[in-house]
């Protein structure tokens, strides 16, 4: 079984993507395209589906963000009150200034790693 393959080099991301519409439209199946930067509008062009990925993300930094807050919550508040530099300890709001680059820091971890882990599955 023989595979034919054509290879292309444009210099110009217009004259790439109209290339792609008319392989396509002539029955030639483009298999990838290769790029130093994104070009928007190819993926629909040479048939890629699109990917729900993005929403999973947004679900997992939302689950380290209510873990880093609960976190917060019963071990600074509910567990082991303190009163340190004299910030009240018995409201998780108005404390939620100190604990906004730790929940950042959570939100990120989660999602992060919880993306990876769904693509893994996924593929």
Not at 36 to 48: E, L, Q
Not at 58 to 64: D, K, Q
Not at 82 to 89: Q, V
Not at 109 to 120: I, K, R
Request: proline share 7%.
């Amino acid at each position: 079984m023989s595979t034919k393959e054509i290879h292309g080099l444009f210099g110009d991301e217009e004259i790439l993507l109209a290339s792609a519409k008319k392989l396509v439209a002539k029955g030639v199946h483009v298999k990838d395209v290769f790029s130093p930067f994104p070009i928007h509008g190819i993926d629909p062009v040479i048939g890629v589906p699109p990917t729900r990925l993005h929403i999973a993300g947004f679900i997992y930094g939302l689950v380290g963000m209510g873990l880093a807050l609960f976190m917060f919550w019963f071990t600074l508040i509910m567990d082991w009150p303190m009163n340190i530099g004299g910030k009240p300890n018995f409201s998780l709001l108005q404390n939620l200034p100190a604990f906004i680059p730790v929940t950042f820091e959570m939100t990120v971890f989660c999602a992060a790693h919880g993306m990876c882990v769904t693509y893994f599955i996924r593929n």
